[in-house]
Nanobody
Framework: QVQLVESGGGLVQPGGSLRLSCAASGAISSIENMGWYRQAPGNQRYLVATISRLGNTNYADADAVKGRFTISRDNAKNTVYLQMNSLKYEDTAVYYC?????????????WGQGTQVTVSS
C-alpha cells in the first residue's frame, strides 16, 4: 500500500522550531515533486513549498515564510522535510505532505493525513 506519513507536528511557543517529516512508502519507483501545504481553521489549504526530485525549491508565499521555513528531501529515504524556525501564531495549521509518486508505469498524486502544528504561549 502506497502512503505518505507525516510526523513532527506539535505544540510550540512563538519563536520556537519544529521539523516536519513525510515519508513515502510502498511500491514506489521514484518520486517527482514533493511539497507541503497547510490549512488553518476555517481556511482553505494553501501551498507552503515544493521541491523537485533534483532539489529545486519554490516557496509559494515567500513573504510569509521567507528565512523561516526550509524544505528539503532525502531521495534515498523517500522523505521530505520542512524545517520551521521562528514560528508565529499565524503558522498554526494542519500541515499536509503532497507528492507525485511514480508507481510502475504511472504517476499519481498523493496526500498525507496531516500533522497539527500549534503555535501558542
Amino acid at each position: 500500500q502506497v502512503q505518505l506519513v507525516e510526523s513532527g507536528g506539535g505544540l510550540v511557543q512563538p519563536g520556537g522550531s519544529l521539523r516536519l517529516s513525510c515519508a513515502a512508502s510502498g511500491a514506489i519507483s521514484s518520486i517527482e515533486n514533493m511539497g507541503w501545504y497547510r490549512q488553518a481553521p476555517g481556511n482553505q489549504r494553501y501551498l507552503v513549498a515544493t521541491i523537485s526530485r533534483l532539489g529545486n525549491t519554490n516557496y509559494a508565499d515567500a513573504d510569509a515564510v521567507k528565512g523561516r521555513f526550509t524544505i528539503s528531501r532525502d531521495n534515498a529515504k523517500n522523505t521530505v522535510y520542512l524545517q520551521m524556525n521562528s514560528l508565529k501564531y499565524e503558522d498554526t495549521a494542519v500541515y499536509y505532505c503532497n507528492a507525485d509518486l511514480v508507481i510502475g508505469p504511472t504517476m499519481a498524486n498523493y496526500w498525507g493525513q496531516g500533522t497539527q502544528v500549534t503555535v501558542s504561549s
